[in-house]
Each structure stands twice: as structure tokens, then as C-alpha cells.
């Protein structure tokens, strides 16, 4: 009995539905307040005709204490309904947001693939409140359709000839106008997407200043930029231009249809069918429609967006996640074995490997490739394609992937930091009375807070990025080693460090991860110096095993990765 | 009404910041922009007013046909004022088409006048400058302000400037009915403007608010999607979540505040609106009652006020646009009408030495905040041809000696001597750092910044000498390929390559590399620094050098520490003094003592 419905169709209703009470209160009060906007007209010619022609006092004093109430009553259900409706589409933008941001951070992983930061954080924010508008729009369409329908209704009592001249008359101009402006607006919208391009340049070319003053490019840049500006100009009079238009046509119709209006009006009235109240009423309703009319239009576009971006964030929350959960449960105490069991994943092949709980091991790989294809095996990022890996035993296939990585950390090469002091991202995850001075030395990030100027409370902006790159990667080193977890995983953490701190790195990292399992994938040699055992991979396989200094001596491949 | 009330004084800005203009500036600005095209401002004016005149003609030619129909005329004589309206509709419609074409050419020129200005000043600004400001503000002024101000050129100026028109001559059309209508219909004034005041005053700071809300949504986001992986590793999943949900909920509240604002607003104008139509209502009474207007003039007076209620709103409204977009423009001319510092040009106010093709830094001292210095009493000469490697610790003062010698930073003390530019080249030192920026658009457009007039040849055997034209003939469209933000991306390796490319082709007397192979991986570093001594061959060079290997092969060798020159000479030279690059060695050398 349920036909099915497209994934953003279900995003769609259960979105609004999760708000019904805010949105069909803001319909009914809406709708109020453009029924109210129906009879200021009517009221008028009312007051004309039956006060001011008649020369009647009484009855003017009436129709104006009549015009109050109808004026009370359309300003409190306008000032409640838009209220309501502006509520719902707000909680509604908020609750979506919510939910893909919670499918993003999902454990499971799989929503970012093929979608850049930017593009989801866009769905998040414009996507969630495109749909959230239409919370707005129904209410907006209700009360369109009532101002319509009382318009109309009044027209007809008033004169069924006047009236079907109007309801006719009005959506005809309205129609002829659309036909009319069509081809203006689809040059419009593509003269717009051209104007908007000089702000980007701009922006582009700032955010590239200290480049643009290395090599002595200003004026280059300022050249492109004076060309892009004049293109911007040259397309934005044009759509100009094409708006002017537009609203020109618009206003032209709307004349016109006053004017047969006021004829046929004029003509009903000098016949006697219609009193001098009813023409002016006619007369002030046909101008009050072209309102509602337009306003049709825009509920229809609304709808067209709020699908498109339905479909859009339905799109994210249904992504099919990397990896799926198992069962299982991890031992209580942990031992903190590896072991790879040929295990094959994009440029891997066939990798056996035991990882002894509480050892320090080294893994150099010829290709940054292969590297990165086994980290993201580690802590599920990904399934091998053949083979297991197993912690303690227990493949990590039948594991939850956030119960894996709650005791496998693999802290990445670009690890990002966040927003918030330096300490605070250091401390992020680490236990309450952790001695994070301690670590922070291991990692020399204390060298680090001490070259700031707030120290370790230096807020970090843009996700690190106002940190040197070998700053940057000091903190998030840090943060890695405090988190402390049974098994840590670290990427390449000192690539750009100098040599005498990474030295001290390397034994930091040693000292602070005695008797926990640690790997560092890297060719560093000061990192591998202090590995107990050195796998080399190479060609998507292990080729060697050995302490640093006998794999440096007797392999050749081993030398020209890690040496020169 | 409320316009123009310096709502942004010129307050002391926070030290070093980018200045915000005074209004006196502003205006005086605006009016410069606005002079050369006076006879384009005046025909747009002049249109507006003949279209908005136009636009007033139909109720009084509706006021007409009641007329008419009231004295009892027959039918026929009612066609008359129709077919003047259609052409009245007719006439108003062209007039508005053409006035908003003219407006609008006059307000865009103007726009794109000033952000050309703005351009020129942001890019010519020194450096240091920009630095101490952040180039955060100078983002958000040409991105954020820019375009708020263009907005408000394209929509709100135009509809304001209508709305203003049709209500001032509204007004004096029902004073030319009859006066007594233009005192009945002012009785709304006061509501409005009170009701405008208190709009403005509550609106202002609450928008200022609601912005930097969906600011801080927006950079919540990225900061968390563009970090999942990591908020995925730590397990910081659920406080992320937290932190956007927070974000999120601060903004709806200002939000809704802001809605129960513009409804209260529009509540009131709603009273104004019934106070001013009954007015109206009974002026009219009043007057056909002692026989001084007709029921045609009185209806007249009737429409005209009800076709206020429109116009009236959107100018109420629009005055808020208004605002901010002043708020933006102070902020754009602050920047735009900075006078061109000494100093600004590139290369300007550094003596050329007297060896050519010699760089002499003399008694160099620098302090990024008073009292922390980072240099003291640098002293420094690069040879013609010479490569010298920059060594220390990180903080040791490297990356700042680098940018004096650059260019790109003068020194608080002491005198910088560069040899003058090549005939061809735009400045005789370059700087690549490790930061670096693809910018937006075809590769050939990026690389052609560094060299303008180059050649496709020219650009690819640039490409070829630093290992990269591989990779950039294999990409979707070769040099023509899009890259940058939005475009395709290169990995951090390759935008390396592409920044010693754009070295190359800007053919510098001087390269200055500052740990230019960083962020590319160890594996990646090897291959880019064999492309920087490429692209450094046959110039002078300074290198901040990481990897001692670097170091090593460097002509001579400077060793900083704690912001002075502690050591220099050649490799052999420094191990057999047993100092401070001695012992750098041999910590390096220790982790790969094996492999002799």
C-alpha cells in the first residue's frame, strides 16, 4: 500500500513531518493574515461608497472600526504564523544538519568519499536550510492560496462578468509576462554565475599573497585581476540589463490589466450593475492579486530546490559505509598483538606480520602508497581485500570500528588539529590526570608552546593551519602519545622537524610507549634507529626484517630509502 | 529618517590593524568615483523620476472613471481614460526598464572601480603589513564586504531609490488633490519613523551578531568534516557532534530573535498603515462633505495611500541593507584610500649595492613584538653565484633572516643591499616557503604570474626542470587544466614543484628557499630538493635547509642560533672547528652512521 517513495522524498516528509504543529499553525495564521490583506480593498470601497458618497458619518465611523479589527486580526496572525513557520524551518535546517554531520563522523566511515569538505559542509548548511524553507513555503502557499480564493470570491459576489475578467485576466498577464521574461532569466542566471567570478579571483589571489610577493607577481596578479573585473562588469549590465527589462514588462501588464479593469468596471457601473463601492473594491483587489500571483511562482521554486536538496542530503545519509560493524568484544585486558595475515589491500601483497605486544617497530616503505594502504588497514579504515588483521587474536573484520579505534590509534602524517588552545588539543582525548607536560616534551611541542606567544593557551586557527608546518606537527604528535592508547600507530610524525629535535623525538616516543605496542611507519632514520625490528615494504611486500643499522648495512633498497 | 548616523566612528582600531575609513572619507570617495560619471547619474535620476511619475498617473485617471460614472455620463466616455492608462502602463514600464539599466550601469561601474582600487591596495601592501592585520580581515573584506556591498548595489540601491521616489511623490500628488490628504496621510509618519528608529537600533548589533554565528557554524563544519578522519581516530566523534550542535543552536536562537524583531516591526507598521488610511478615509469624507473635492479625488487619494503600504516597507527594510552595506563600504575604503606607503612597490627603498649581483645584510635585527627579538646583529653577504644553507634549530631565527633577505620583511635595525633585477625579470630575489598556494584557473595561468609574456615552451621546460612535466602533460587537460580551489587538486609534492617552476620562470639574480620540501613526506623530500638545486643553478642561493644532506653540498654554510649568526664556512671547515654544526652532524649522522 506504500508506493515507494525516491530517498529524498522520505528525507522530505520526515523532515517536515517531525514539525507538523509549527507548520500548520503557521499555515492557519498565514492564511489569516492574507485573508485580512484581502478585505483592506473591499473595506475601502466599502467606506467610499457606503460613508463618503452617501455622506453618511455613522456609517464611515463603522466601516473604519471594521477596517481596525480586520487590521488587529491580520497583524497578529502574520506577526504568530510567521513566528511559527520561521521556527519550524530553523529546526528543521538544524536537525538535518545534525544528522549528516553524525553520518559524516560516523565510525563506518564512507560518506566523504568523493565529496570534498567544502561540498558537505554546503549540504549542511544550504542543503538543510533549502529544505528547511520549505516549512516557510507551505505556510507561504496557504496563505497565498487563501488570498486568492477571498479575492476571488469577493470579485465574483461582486460581479461574476468583472470577476471572471480578473481571475482570468490576472494569471494571463501573469503567464504572458513569464513567457515573455523567460529567455531574460535563463541569460540572467548564467550572467550572474560570470559577475560573481571577480569576488573569487580576488579572494584567490589574497589568499595567495605571500606567494605573489615571493616571486614579485603583484602586478601580474593585478593585471589578471583588472581583466577579470572588467569581464565581471561587462556580464553583470548585462543581466542588468536583462532585469531592468524584466520589470519593465511586469510593470507594463499590470497596467494594463488596471485598465481593462477599470473599463469594464467603469462600463458595469455606469449600467447600474455595480455600485461605485464595488468598482473602487474591483479596482483595489485586481492590483492586491498580482501579489498572491507572484508570489505562486516563488512556492513553486521553493519546492524545486527543497527536493533537489532533499535528494542531495538523503544522497549523504545513505553513503555505504567503508566498513561494517562485527560483534565481537576485545578481551578486558588487552595484550596488544598484531598480526597481519596475507593480507592483500590495493598495493599490498601477501603481508604476514607479527606485531609482539609492547614492541617498537619500524616499517619503511619504498612507496608512500603502500604505507598508507596498510595504516588504513590497521584501525579499519578499510577491510583488506584477502587476509585478516587481528588484535589479541580477534579479527578486527568482527570489531565495531570505534571500539577498534578506542584501543588502535593510527595518528596520520596531515593529522588535523582543531579548533581551541594548543593544550586543549593536546589534552583532547587524553585521560583527566595525564602528565601532558610530559608528553609534550616526548614530542617537543614544548619547544613549540614556548616560541608562541600565549604558550601552550595559543589559540589554534583553521584547523592548525596558523601553526608551522613542523610546529604543526609537534601538537598533533603530542596530542597521539596522550591519548595513550594500547596500540599506537604513527605516520611519518617528523617530516618537517629539524634534525637535533626529531632526535629527541625519536627517543621521546620510545621512552613514553615502553612496553605498549608501537609502529612507526616512516623512513626517517632517526625514528627507525630506535625501533626494536624494521620491516621494509617494498613493491607491496615485506622484503627484510632486521634492527636499523644491519638492514642499512646489507640492503641496497633499505640505503637508497632511508639514507640519501 | 535614520541614515547616516556614523554608526562606525573611526574607533582606535586594534594595533595594526587595517584601517575602517571615516564617513567623511567614505563620502569623499564615493564622490570621486561618482564624478566622472555625473551625466550617467543625472539621466538615471531623471528617467527614475519620469517612470515614478508615471506610475502615479492611474489613480487619479481611476479617480476619473468614477468621476465619470458618479455625474452619470454614458459608457463610451469611459474609454478614453482606459486607453490612457494602458498608455501610462506602457510609458512607466519602458521609463523604469531604461532608468533601472541606467542606475544600474552607474552603481556597477562605481563598484567595480572601487574593487579594482581595493585589489590594487590589498596587493601592494608590504607584507609586514598584512601580517600584523592577519590576513584574515583582508580576506574577509575582499570576499565578505565586497560582495555585501555589491548586493546591496544591485538590489537594495535601485528598489530603495524607486520606493524613496514613489513615496516622496506619492505624497505630493495627494498634496496636489488636496493638501488636507497629504496631513492626513503624514499622521502615520511618526509611528513609522519611531517604529524605524527602534528597527535599526535593535537590528544593527543583533545582525552583526547573527553573522559571526553563521560564521562560526560554517567554520565549525569544515573544522570537523575536514577533519573526520582524525575526529574519527581520537574517537572525538561525539564531542564534535556537541560542538556543531552548539554552533548550530546559538545561531537559530539569534535567528528567531532576529524573526520576532521583523514581525514586531512590521506589527507596528501595520498600526501606521490603519492610523494613515483612516485619515485618509475621513479627510475624504470631510472634503466632498464641503463640496472641495469629488468622489473620484477622494477615491484617488484612497488608492494612492493604500498603493504607499509597498514602497513604505521596502524602504523601512532596505534602510537596513543599507546600513550594512555602508558598514562594508567604510571597511573597503579604508584599504582603498591608504596612500601608497614608501616601501610599497616591490622593490622599492633598498639601495642596490655597490658590488653588483652581491646581497649585504649589515647589523640586520629584527623583532616581530617589541621586546621578543628574533635577529640581532645579522651580518651577511652572498657572493655572486654563491649557495649558502641556512642551519639551526627551529626558532632560531632562519625563516626571518630568509624574508629580509627576500625582500619581504625589512628589519627593525640595520641595512639590506640588493643587486638590481636582471634586464627581463621583475625582481631580482625570489622567495619560495613551504607555504604555498595554487591559485584558481588553468595551470599555464598559474605558472604565467611569475612571467607573463612566457611561451608554452618556456613554461614547459620550466616544468621539465623541476620534474614536473610529467605529471602536468598527464593531467585531464594538460597545462589548460583547471587547478586550485574547486579545480583539480595536486598533491603537496606538486604544488612544490609548481612554486620552484614559477622560481625558474621569474628568473631571479637570487633564490631564497625556505624548507621548501617540508611538507612533502621524507620519501617525497629527496626528489624536491634535487628540483630546488635545479632550479637554484647559476643564481645566488639561500637555503633553509632541514636536511643536512642539503647542507652539505652547500657552497658555505651559516649556522643560526638564538637570532645570530653562530657559525659559518664549509662543511669540512665547520666539523674541524667542532662547534655547534659539528654536533648538529653528527646527531644527523648518527641515525645513518651504518651506511658508510
Same mark, same amino acid.
Given at each position: 500500500m506504500s508506493r515507494s517513495r525516491s530517498p529524498g522524498q522520505v528525507v522530505l516528509r520526515r523532515a517536515l513531518g517531525g514539525r507538523r504543529r509549527l507548520v500548520l499553525a503557521g499555515s492557519v495564521l498565514r492564511a489569516g493574515h492574507q485573508a485580512g490583506e484581502a478585505a483592506v480593498p473591499v473595506l475601502i470601497g466599502l467606506a467610499v461608497d457606503q460613508g463618503v458618497v452617501a455622506g453618511d458619518l455613522g456609517a464611515l465611523l463603522r466601516w473604519l472600526a471594521v477596517l481596525a479589527v480586520v487590521y488587529l486580526v491580520l497583524s497578529f496572525s502574520y506577526r504568530f504564523g510567521a513566528r511559527a513557520s520561521d521556527r519550524a524551518m530553523e529546526e528543521i535546517a538544524h536537525t538535518l544538519r545534525a544528522e549528516v554531520v553524525g553520518r559524516v563522523l560516523h565510525p563506518g566511515g564512507g560518506a566523504e568519499s568523493g565529496r570534498l569538505p567544502g561540498a558537505l559542509a554546503g549540504i549542511a548548511t544550504e542543503d538543510a536550510r533549502r529544505v528547511g524553507a520549505l516549512a516557510n513555503a507551505i505556510p507561504g502557499a496557504a496563505a497565498t492560496f487563501t488570498g486568492l480564493l477571498a479575492g476571488a470570491a469577493v470579485l465574483l459576489w461582486i460581479s461574476v462578468p468583472l470577476g471572471l475578467v480578473v481571475l482570468a485576466g490576472a494569471p494571463a498577464l501573469l503567464w504572458l509576462g513569464h513567457l515573455l521574461s523567460r529567455p531574460l532569466e535563463r541569460r540572467s542566471a548564467t550572467e550572474q554565475d560570470r559577475a560573481a567570478r571577480a569576488s573569487g579571483v580576488a579572494a584567490d589571489l589574497v589568499a595567495g599573497l605571500r606567494v605573489l610577493k615571493g616571486i614579485g607577481a603583484e602586478r601580474a596578479a593585478l593585471d589578471r585581476y583588472r581583466a577579470t573585473s572588467r569581464d565581471s562588469l561587462a556580464a553583470t549590465m548585462r543581466a542588468a540589463r536583462a532585469e531592468a527589462l524584466q520589470n519593465g514588462v511586469v510593470l507594463a501588464l499590470t497596467g494594463c490589466l488596471i485598465a481593462v479593469v477599470g473599463l469594464s468596471g467603469g462600463r458595469l457601473a455606469a449600467g447600474g450593475r455595480i455600485s461605485l463601492g464595488d468598482l473602487i473594491s474591483a479596482v483595489g483587489l485586481a492590483l492586491f492579486l498580482i501579489g498572491p500571483l507572484q508570489s505562486l511562482a516563488r512556492v513553486n521554486t521553493a519546492f524545486a530546490q527543497a527536493r533537489a536538496s532533499a535528494t542531495r542530503i538523503a544522497e549523504v545519509l545513505a553513503a555505504p559505509p567503508a566498513v561494517t560493524p562485527g560483534a565481537a568484544r576485545l578481551p578486558r *585486558?588487552?595484550?596488544?598483538g598484531l598480526s597481519l595475515r596475507a593480507v592483500g589491500h590495493a598495493g599490498l601483497r601477501g603481508i604476514d606480520l607479527e606485531v609482539a605486544p609492547g614492541e617498537l617497530l619500524g616499517v619503511a616503505a619504498t612507496d608512500p602508497a603502500d604505507a598508507l594502504a596498510l595504516l588504513r588497514c590497521l584501525d579499519r579504515r578499510a577491510d583488506p581485500e584477502t587476509g585478516t588483521v587481528e588484535l589479541d587474536g580477534v579479527s578486527l573484520r568482527d570489531l565495531d570500528p570505534g571500539d577498534l579505534r578506542s584501543t588502535v590509534l593510527v595518528a596520520a602524517h596531515d593529522a588535523d588539529l582543531f579548533e581551541g588552545t594548543l593544550l586543549g588539543n593536546v589534552g583532547a582525548v587524553a585521560e583527566q590526570d595525564a602528565d601532558l607536560g610530559r608528553v609534550m616534551a616526548a614530542a617537543g611541542a614544548d619547544e613549540v608552546a614556548r616560541a608562541l606567544p600565549y604558550g601552550q593557551e595559543t589559540a589554534v586557527a583553521e584547523r592548525g593551519r596558523s601553526l608551522s608546518g613542523g610546529q604543526r606537527q609537534r601538537v598533533a604528535l603530542a596530542r597521539a602519545l596522550a591519548a595513550d592508547r594500547p596500540v599506537l600507530v604513527v605516520h *611519518?610524525?617528523?617530516?618537517?622537524?629539524d634534525t637535533v629535535t626529531e632526535a629527541r623525538i625519536a627517543a621521546g616516543i620510545r621512552e613514553l610507549r615502553r612496553g605498549r605496542t608501537t609502529i612507526m611507519v616512516t623512513t626517517s632514520p632517526a625514528l627507525l634507529t630506535v625501533a626494536d625490528r624494521v620491516v621494509l615494504l617494498d613493491g607491496g611486500r615485506i622484503v627484510e626484517t632486521g634492527p636499523h643499522t644491519e638492514l642499512a648495512r646489507r640492503n641496497e633498497t633499505y640505503r637508497s630509502a632511508v639514507l640519501t | 529618517m535614520t541614515r547616516d548616523r556614523g554608526r562606525e566612528p573611526e574607533t582606535a582600531p586594534p594595533e595594526g590593524a587595517l584601517p575602517t575609513a571615516s564617513p567623511a572619507r567614505t563620502r569623499a570617495l564615493v564622490w570621486e568615483l561618482l564624478r566622472p560619471r555625473r551625466g550617467l547619474a543625472t539621466a538615471g535620476f531623471s528617467v527614475m523620476v519620469g517612470a515614478t511619475a508615471f506610475g502615479l498617473l492611474p489613480q487619479p485617471l481611476l479617480g476619473h472613471i468614477v468621476d465619470l460614472v458618479a455625474e452619470g455620463r454614458p459608457a463610451t466616455e469611459l474609454t478614453g481614460p482606459a486607453v490612457l492608462l494602458v498608455l501610462v502602463a506602457l510609458l512607466q514600464g519602458g521609463a523604469t526598464a531604461l532608468g533601472l539599466t541606467l542606475v544600474s550601469r552607474l552603481g556597477e561601474t562605481m563598484l567595480a572601480a572601487l574593487r579594482e582600487r581595493f585589489v590594487e591596495r590589498a596587493l601592494l601592501l608590504p607584507q609586514e603589513r598584512v601580517e600584523r592585520a592577519g590576513s584574515g580581515d583582508l580576506t574577509a573584506r575582499v570576499t565578505g564586504d565586497v560582495s555585501r556591498v555589491a548586493e546591496s548595489v544591485r538590489n537594495a540601491l535601485p528598489e530603495l531609490a524607486r520606493s524613496l521616489l514613489a513615496i516622496v511623490l506619492t505624497l505630493g500628488a495627494m498634496a496636489l488633490l488636496d493638501w488636507r490628504f497629504l496631513v492626513a496621510a503624514l499622521l502615520a509618519v511618526p509611528v513609522q519613523a519611531h517604529t524605524a528608529r527602534w528597527y535599526v537600533r535593535n537590528a544593527v548589533p543583533l545582525y552583526a551578531r547573527q553573522r559571526v554565528a553563521a560564521g562560526a557554524i560554517q567554520q565549525r563544519l569544515l573544522d570537523t568534516i575536514g577533519g573526520a578522519e582524525t575526529v574519527r581516530a581520537f574517537r572525538m566523534e561525539e564531542e564534535h557532534a556537541g560542538r556543531v550542535a552548539n554552533a548550530s543552536r546559538a545561531a537559530i536562537e539569534l535567528t528567531m530573535r532576529g524573526v520576532r524583531l521583523v514581525v514586531g516591526f512590521y506589527s507596528r507598521l501595520h498600526i501606521a498603515e490603519y492610523i494613515g488610511l483612516a485619515a485618509v478615509l475621513f479627510a475624504g469624507f470631510l472634503l466632498v462633505q464641503d463640496g472641495s473635492a469629488s468622489i473620484g479625488t477622494a477615491t484617488a487619494a484612497a488608492l494612492y495611500f493604500h498603493s504607499l503600504f509597498g514602497p513604505i516597507n521596502n524602504a523601512l527594510v532596505l534602510l537596513d541593507d543599507a546600513q550594512s552595506a555602508l558598514a562594508g563600504l567604510a571597511r573597503l575604503a579604508g584599504v582603498a584610500t591608504l596612500p601608497p606607503e614608501p616601501g610599497t612597490e616591490p622593490e622599492a627603498g633598498r639601495e642596490p649595492g655597490p658590488e653588483p649581483r652581491t646581497v649585504t645584510v649589515t647589523d640586520a635585527g629584527h623583532a616581530y613584538e617589541v621586546g621578543r627579538p628574533v635577529l640581532r646583529g645579522v651580518d651577511l653577504v652572498l657572493r655572486p653565484g654563491e649557495q649558502v644553507a641556512l642551519v639551526g634549530a627551529s626558532g632560531a631565527g632562519k625563516s626571518t633572516l630568509a624574508r629580509i633577505v627576500a625582500g619581504v620583511q625589512r628589519p627593525s635595525s640595520g641595512t639590506v643591499r640588493l643587486p638590481a633585477a636582471r634586464p627581463g625579470a621583475r625582481r631580482a630575489v625570489v622567495l619560495v616557503t613551504q607555504e604555498s598556494h595554487v591559485f584558481a584557473g588553468p595551470l599555464a595561468e598559474d605558472l604565467r604570474l611569475a612571467r607573463p609574456e612566457a611561451d608554452e615552451e618556456e613554461l614547459c621546460s620550466a616544468l621539465a626542470l623541476v620534474g614536473a612535466l610529467e605529471w602536468a602533460r598527464a593531467l585531464p587537460a594538460g597545462l589548460d587544466t583547471v587547478v586550485g580551489e574547486a579545480g583539480h587538486r595536486l598533491t603537496a609534492a606538486q604544488v612544490q614543484q609548481l612554486a620552484l617552476a614559477r622560481l625558474v620562470l621569474a628568473d631571479p639574480e637570487v633564490a631564497v628557499l625556505d624548507e621548501a620540501t617540508a611538507e612533502a613526506g621524507s620519501a617525497g623530500a629527496r626528489a624536491l630538493e634535487r628540483a630546488a638545486a635545479r632550479a637554484a643553478e647559476g643564481r645566488t642561493a639561500l637555503v633553509v635547509a632541514h636536511r643536512l644532506t642539503q647542507a652539505a653540498t652547500a657552497d658555505r654554510i651559516v649556522v643560526m642560533e638564538d637570532g645570530r649568526v653562530a657559525e659559518s664556512g664549509t662543511h669540512e671547515e665547520l666539523l674541524a672547528v667542532g662547534g655547534r654544526y659539528a654536533a648538529l652532524w653528527e646527531a644527523w649522522s648518527d641515525t645513518r652512521a651504518t651506511a658508510e
Open positions: *585486558d588487552l595484550r596488544g *611519518d610524525p617528523t617530516t618537517a622537524v | -
